[in-house]
C-alpha cells in the first residue's frame, strides 16, 4: 500500500482548495493554520503548493478548522 502522505486523492484536492479560499476570505494566515493542525509552517505552505499530501487525520482537523 502506497504512503497516504504522497498519495494524491480528490479530498486531498478539495481540502487545498477550500482552504486557500479560506485564508483569502477571511485573512488567516497559513501560520494560524498550522499550528491549530499541528503542522510546520512549511509543511501547510507544500499542502497549499500542490507539493504535498496530508493524512486524513489532518485534512479533518482542517475540515473543522474551516467549515
Avoid at 483569502?24 to 510546520?40: H, R
Amino acid at each position: 500500500m502506497a504512503d497516504p502522505i504522497l498519495t494524491y486523492n480528490s479530498e486531498n484536492e478539495k481540502v487545498r482548495l477550500d482552504l486557500i479560499k479560506y485564508l483569502k476570505e477571511n485573512g488567516v494566515k497559513q501560520s494560524f493554520v498550522a499550528k491549530k493542525v499541528n503542522l510546520s509552517n512549511c509543511s501547510i505552505s507544500l499542502f497549499i503548493t500542490s507539493r504535498r499530501f496530508l493524512i486524513p487525520e489532518k485534512l479533518e482537523i482542517i475540515r473543522t478548522l474551516i467549515y
